[in-house]
């Protein structure tokens, strides 16, 4: 997959910047403008508290990182609001039954149904969001209108977070549905592909090898019987050259019958086409290399390819914006490849990293590379690195050689 996320993920930081921005003044103007627990005479307490409010907004800029804190800390300054206008009288808001939390509520009630998805943190979530709306909705003054405007307040949020996780989940479900149909198809006409070889194969090695093999054993009884020397020499030319052809076609069926690898074969030599693509595609990718490619034989280098393929692969799917280094050493007994990619950009101030891939694909892909390693006597690692980043390392013997068919003798 190479499709980048959208403008919006790549850079949220910038959008939730906004928002906060946004909502700081609207909640500024709206208690200006006596909407909320402005009081009709304003002083030193009531400045310093609009303060306090621009700030607790302010603070939505971190609802992805700290859902949680950004919850308390509004939920905080709603109740020292209200136990400033009462029990301790200290302000007189103009309209007694306003709400007295900021509109930047709604905002930050959003964030810890949608960013954090296991169900134990979900569970302090709504344990959370349960106080916040208590105190938001303010049940001991009784009135109708203020937990009726304070319950929406509070529950919006969390509605369109479970909305919107709910439309996620279904869209990663149905492309990792497709991506598997589109396999599944791929697979069987690879298969067909593959029967189709083999039978013209077979159809054309025993057609050709009786006639040919017919025409050896004449040139071979002519070559005995004949009178002159220059027919015998004749014969043994035909009989060589009927043995050449018989050899040939041997190799010829052999390819016919092996399955292809697709539209070209994979080596070494396509790993730099792999890290041009990815760093194409806003993937910062850099090659180092060590020693020469010839050392690696072609089953070693297609193995190769498919180790830097599937990782920058999951890089592209699981770690935005980070930077990757693929490192493949070329050894006399041995080849290394080493693909490391730094921790992703959306994770480094604690985002929800990748939440739009993470969950695709059917996450069989480093289990069916190993068992391919393993076939070849090479091992496989892959994990997280000390930096928050990942790495895979595949060690593989420098040369495999490749079975060939038996050698068949001509009757």
Not at 19 to 46: E, I, K, S
Not at 96 to 101: F, K, Y
Not at 352 to 381: D, H, K, N, P, Y
Request: hydrophobic share 45%.
């Amino acid at each position: 997959m190479t499709d980048r996320p959208p403008w919006h993920r790549r850079h949220w930081l910038a959008v939730d910047v906004a928002l906060a921005v946004a909502f700081v003044t609207l909640d500024t103007a709206a208690t200006l403008g006596g909407v909320n627990w402005w009081p009709a005479h304003p002083d030193t307490l009531a400045w310093s508290l609009l303060v306090v409010q621009a700030l607790a907004v302010a603070s939505v800029v971190f609802r992805r990182v700290a859902p949680l804190t950004v919850v308390a800390v509004l939920g905080a300054f709603t109740l020292t609001v209200t136990l400033l206008i009462s029990p301790f009288h200290a302000l007189t808001p103009v309209h007694s039954t306003a709400i007295w939390a900021p509109f930047g509520t709604a905002l930050a009630a959003y964030g810890p149904v949608y960013y954090q998805r296991d169900r134990r943190s979900r569970r302090t979530a709504l344990l959370v969001l349960a106080a916040l709306t208590l105190v938001v909705m303010r049940p001991w003054q009784g009135s109708v209108s203020v937990m009726t405007v304070g319950l929406l307040r509070t529950a919006v949020g969390p509605l369109l977070a479970l909305y919107f996780d709910a439309r996620h989940r279904l869209v990663l479900a149905l492309k990792e549905r497709a991506e598997r149909a589109e396999r599944e198809q791929h697979l069987l006409a690879r298969q067909a592909r593959a029967e189709e070889r083999a039978r013209l194969a077979g159809e054309m090695h025993d057609i050709v090898t009786h006639r040919v093999s017919l025409m050896v054993l004449q040139a071979g009884a002519m070559q005995v019987t004949a009178a002159d020397e220059p027919t015998r020499r004749a014969a043994e030319e035909l009989r060589s050259a009927g043995c050449q052809v018989l050899d040939e076609l041997r190799d010829l069926v052999g390819i016919l019958r092996a399955e292809p690898e697709g539209d070209f074969t994979p080596s070494v030599e396509g790993i730099a086409t792999l890290v041009a693509e990815s760093d194409s595609v806003g993937v910062p990718t850099e090659l180092v290399e060590e020693g020469a490619r010839s050392l690696a034989s072609p089953v070693v280098g297609r193995t190769a390819y498919r180790v830097v393929r599937e990782a920058l692969t999951n890089v592209r799917k699981h770690a935005p914006g980070a930077r990757v280094t693929v490192r493949v050493e070329y050894g006399e007994t041995r080849v290394r490849v080493v693909v490391r990619n730094t921790r992703p950009e959306a994770a480094t101030v604690g985002g929800a990293a990748a939440t739009a891939m993470a969950g695709t694909g059917s996450g069989l892909g480093i289990a069916q590379l190993r068992q391919r390693i393993e076939v070849v006597q090479g091992t496989l690692r892959a994990g997280r690195t000390p930096d928050g980043g990942f790495e895979v390392e595949a060690v593989l013997p420098a040369y495999v050689p490749t079975q060939q068919m038996p050698q068949q003798q001509v009757r």
